[in-house]
């Protein structure tokens, strides 16, 4: 699955470049982006990365 996060953010990444010059993929793009956004936080929830109290307050505070 973090591979999978990996590649679709590479992929936004080249559909907002690639947007500034056709401004449907930009919209396109950056809702896809958006939404790849909550669901990695979600994917890190689950499998529990910020249980520990010390790291996870930092990695949340972002």
């Given at each position: 699955?973090v591979r999978f996060i990996g590649?679709?953010?590479?992929?936004?990444?080249?559909?907002?470049?690639?947007?500034l010059f056709w401004q449907p993929?930009?919209?396109?793009?950056?809702?896809?982006?958006?939404?790849?956004?909550?669901?990695?936080?979600v994917f890190h929830c689950r499998?529990?990365?910020?249980?520990?109290?010390?790291?996870?307050?930092?990695?949340?505070?972002?």
């Amino acid at each position: 699955m973090v591979r999978f996060i990996g590649l679709a953010e590479v992929a936004a990444a080249a559909g907002l470049i690639i947007g500034l010059f056709w401004q449907p993929l930009d919209i396109a793009a950056a809702t896809g982006f958006a939404v790849l956004m909550v669901d990695a936080a979600v994917f890190h929830c689950r499998t529990g990365d910020f249980a520990d109290l010390e790291t996870g307050a930092n990695a949340m505070g972002a």
